[in-house]
């Protein structure tokens, strides 16, 4: 029985490429899905989606984020999502490309965001992952930080971390570590 299907598929696939055409690349579940996400994006004005790689491949692809208001203000940043096969059964993987001075994202990039990691659930969407990183961005929360030096300075000196957030963006040192301008 199982000869019996391997032989019809290797037929269908011998038709396919009789009349000159490729073989059509079977989508999996995942990319179904991004690709219904994708289509259905209802973004923030201050937030564009690129494919860098080209439209044939949707499971990577960057978010630019554009804050209008709040202390990045100004400011652009691109977070880059690698999308699982399995999606939407676990979260993208969401790293920011912009070293930024904030609670939420380390200096590496990782990013804390609770619907990329424990309340992740395939109901969620790319829509509602950029609209949560739109929301760090207006409003930083220095309870579940990532990058504990900030964090403390939002908490204990707003006016200080504004400071800070300012010569980050605009280039320049912030402590130890040297930004490069995001404005």
């Known amino acids: 029985m199982i000869k019996l299907f391997k032989v019809k598929e290797k037929q269908r696939e011998n038709a396919g490429n009789a009349d000159g055409r490729a073989p059509v690349k079977k989508q999996s579940a995942g990319e179904l899905r991004l690709h219904r996400d994708i289509s259905e994006l209802n973004l923030p004005k201050?937030?564009?989606i690129?494919?860098?790689?080209?439209?044939?491949?949707?499971?990577?692809?960057?978010?630019?984020?554009?804050?209008?208001?709040g202390y990045y203000l100004g400011g652009t940043f691109i977070f880059s999502f690698q999308v699982s096969p399995v999606y939407p059964h676990e979260p993208p993987k969401v790293k920011c490309k912009t070293k930024v001075y904030h609670p939420n994202i380390d200096?590496?990039?990782n990013v804390c965001l609770n619907i990329l990691r424990e309340d992740w659930k395939p109901v969620l969407n790319i829509n509602?992952?950029?609209?949560?990183?739109?929301h760090l961005f207006t409003q930083p929360n220095h309870e579940d930080p990532?990058?504990?030096?900030?964090?403390?300075?939002?908490?204990?000196?707003?006016?200080?971390?504004?400071?800070?957030?300012?010569?980050?963006?605009?280039?320049?040192?912030?402590g130890q570590t040297l930004f490069t301008r995001c404005m």
């Open 107 to 109: 200096l590496e990039g």
């Open 46 to 48: 201050t937030c564009s």
């Open 128 to 134: 509602t992952i950029i609209y949560g990183l739109f």
């Open 50 to 69: 690129s494919f860098p790689n080209g439209k044939d491949d949707l499971m990577n692809f960057e978010v630019t984020v554009r804050p209008d208001e």
């Open 146 to 174: 990532l990058n504990h030096d900030a964090a403390a300075v939002l908490r204990d000196n707003p006016k200080l971390f504004e400071s800070n957030v300012r010569r980050a963006m605009a280039g320049g040192y912030v």
